[in-house]
Structure formats: C-alpha cells, structure tokens
C-alpha cells in the first residue's frame, strides 16, 4: 500500500473547502482535495429549486468572480461555478473518496479512505460541513419509508397530503414549494411561530398562506409517533394528542457535523454545541497541523458560519502553516523533536 505525499490535505471539497485548498495551492503548499461526492456535493443536495440568500459575489471563492445575472445564485449556478473554479485552478481533487480515518504518526498525517487508499501529509483541514446527519427526532416511525429527513422537489408529491416537521429555512422553503405544486401541506412547529433565521422574504408569503387556509400550521405541537398514512402529535399547550392525514412526512429539523469523523481523528468536541475544539485565530486543533474550516467550526450553530465568512478561514490557516513551515511559530514543541525535518 503506497501513500502519496502532500503537505495539505482537505477533506470536503465544499466551497469552504476548495477556498482553503486554493488559498494553499497559490501560496506553493502541494495540496490534494477528499471528497466523498461530487464537487460542493452538499449544495447538489439541496432542494432543486433553491436559490442563495447570499449575493453571488458573497459566495464567490478564490478571487474568481461569480459572474450571473441576478443578484443571488440558484444550485445550479453555483454548482456550475465552484466545478470553474476548481478547473481554473488545475486543483488536484479526488472526488468519490470518503476519508474514514485520520491519524498523526511520527508526525505525518496517514489518511484512510473507505476504498482503502491511503494518503500521507505534513497537515490535514477538515472541512466536511454538516449536512450529513440530519437532527432526529428519535421517536417511532421515523424511520418509515415515507418519511425523509431531505427535501429534493414537490413533484413526487402532488395532490398528497404532506406534513413537515421543522420551523426553519429549509421547513418554510419545502411547505411554499409543495404547495405551490399542488400537495396538501400541513406544517408541524413546537415552538409560537417560525424560526427568525428563515429566509426574511419567505416568511410573509407563508404566513398569507396561512391565513388563507392553504397551509395548516401547528404551532406549539411536538410529534410523538408516525404511523403508515398518519403522523401523531402533542398540542403542547392542552396536551391534546391529534392524529394528522400524512402520506408523506418531511423531518427538517436541521443537520449536525459528523462528530465521531472528528473525535477519531483527535479533535475535542464541546459537550451540547457539538463545535470542535480549535485555536480561534490559527483554525488549529489540539493536534499539531490538524485544522478546521467552514461550517464544521460552529458546531450546532449552523447558522453562524456559511460560505461568505467561512471561506476565509483558509488564509488563517494557511498563514500558520506557512509560519511553522519557515520556524517563525513558538512552538510548545521544538522542531527538533520532528525528525527528518529541515
Ligand atoms: C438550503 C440552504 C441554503 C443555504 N444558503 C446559503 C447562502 O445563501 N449563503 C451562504 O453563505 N450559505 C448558505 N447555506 C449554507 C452553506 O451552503 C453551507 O454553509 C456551505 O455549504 C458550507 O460549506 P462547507 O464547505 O463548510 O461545507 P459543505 O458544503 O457541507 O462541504 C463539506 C463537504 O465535505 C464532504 N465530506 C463530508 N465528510 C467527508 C469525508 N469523510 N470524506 C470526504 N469528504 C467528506 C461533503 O460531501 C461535502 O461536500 C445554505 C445551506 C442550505 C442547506
């Protein structure tokens, strides 16, 4: 088994990612880009029809201008454009090789894949977003096979009575989309109203619908089971029990990042926020030449770190790599304990 060298790796090819991997490449660090999907394979599982609240300039990476005709972007544009980017930039990147483990040994970083390739590297960015594990529920059903935790399109759904669980972003955009495709939605919220991070000019063209009866919402209601063709609930003011008409269920209640990836490789987890542990300035974990980026930095708070901030967390990091590289870091450990080292 052979490794091939690099003195970065990233795993995640996101735009955080690519925008790290970029900042690297053009400042001469030999990187190589892991990505267990396609290019910003997150984004190409978002729903169909979404379009960035972001002006494209705002999610634009490595200096190339996103260059479209309306202010924000849809999927498509910005899937278009993050595939440009990696193609001006000749970035090497290994697209369908999911990183199962890190592991630092005599100072090289060996990588594992699930293919079993391995890889060696100086250092390692994580930047795998979070928009693999979706925040369940854990309650009976959930895991029925008309029940899903992703929304992709309304037309599968058309004429079906469809009930979504969740009151953020992706809850608001899915009701307004299957409605105005014609399924009969109902909306499942536990707390008074929807959440204050959905999209702001979404929210009035919910809430009309609403008031017209076109969209049933529940608010102050917690699911406790889901059976074929029905979905039970708690009215968590009179704890009334209701059983809803479901022939579909979305659960959009949000995404984690994958925590044991982390842990395995070394990085503490803040008990509760899920943020890893990590100097705030250099991106740098408790692992020598181990860094994070992107969304994975926030932890649960996924609302706090997107592409317009995350994709400058590579300058950071790639500044402090630079640093050690030339001896101009006090380091708790001196160079001389990296044997073979210059
Ligand atoms: C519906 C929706 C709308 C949004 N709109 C905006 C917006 O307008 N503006 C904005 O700034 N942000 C927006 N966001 C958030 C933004 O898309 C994310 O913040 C962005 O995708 C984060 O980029 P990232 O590179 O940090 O993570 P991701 O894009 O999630 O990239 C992580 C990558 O890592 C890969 N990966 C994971 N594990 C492994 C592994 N073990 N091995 C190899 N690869 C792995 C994944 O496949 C993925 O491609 C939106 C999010 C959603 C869900």
New binding site residues.
Partial sequence: MNSSEYELIV???????LACAIEAQKRGIKTMV????TI????RR??YQ?T???TAD??AIGNVPFTINTPKATREEALNYYRKVVEFYQLPIKLY????SVKKEDQLFMILTGAGESFKADNVVI??????FPRRLNIPGEDLPHVKHYYDEPYAYVHQQVVIIGGG??AV?AALSLYRHGADVSLMVRKEGMKKTAKYWLIPDLLNRIKEGKIRAYYHYETIRIEEGCLYARDLVNQQEVGIPAEFVFVLTGYLP?VS?MQQAGIRIKPGTLEPGFNQETFETDVPGLYV????TAGIH?EK????N?RLHGRFIVDHILKRKAGKLQESFSLQDRPGRP
């Fill in positions: 795993i995640g090819g996101g735009p955080n990612g892991l990505e267990k999907g910003a394979e997150s984004i978002y729903p979404m960035f609240f972001s705002n999610i090789c999911k990183v199962e930047s795998t977003g979070y928009f693999d972003n992706s955009e994958d990836f980026a992107g969304t994975v996924t770190v997107f592409i317009e995350g």
